[in-house]
């Protein structure tokens, strides 16, 4: 299987179990890895044949901009169904940071896989 991957995605959300993170928007960090289930585009050259990772980083920003969750798990089943439902892939992994946001610690976050990675 051949992996698009984008990392450090920025996008801004409502996100947050406390009333004092859903005040204002925060900015999360991405990592998306996208199993492309065929060989095609490395032969086509054609954008056609593939995932375009352009058009992933601008529908999961729009979506974070329309929809608001309380869990990073949450919006990470979220943005996996979306690649997945959406762009047809056929295995996922969506990390998601949120840099900062507890004292003395860099980054917290989640991983999730979702589908069925071919070997």
């Known amino acids: 299987m051949d992996i698009i991957f984008l990392r450090e995605v920025r996008a801004s959300t409502l996100i947050g179990v406390y009333d004092w993170e859903r005040e204002a928007p925060q900015t999360l960090e991405i990592d998306l890895d996208i199993g492309i289930p065929s060989e095609v585009p490395c032969h086509s050259d054609d954008i056609g044949d593939t995932i375009h990772y352009g058009e992933v980083v601008e529908r999961v920003r729009a979506s974070l901009a329309e929809q608001h969750f309380l869990l990073i798990e949450a919006l990470a089943e ?11 892939a056929a295995w996922v992994r ?17 991983t999730i896989e979702r589908g069925q990675r071919q070997r």
Do not use: M, Q, W, Y
């Not at 979220?78 to 047809?88: K, M, P, Q, S, Y």
């Not at 969506?94 to 004292?103: A, D, E, N, Q, R």
């Open 78 to 88: 979220h943005i996996a169904h979306l690649v997945r439902d959406e762009f047809g």
């Open 94 to 110: 969506v990390s998601i940071t949120k840099p900062g946001i507890l004292p003395d610690v860099a980054k917290v976050g989640v």
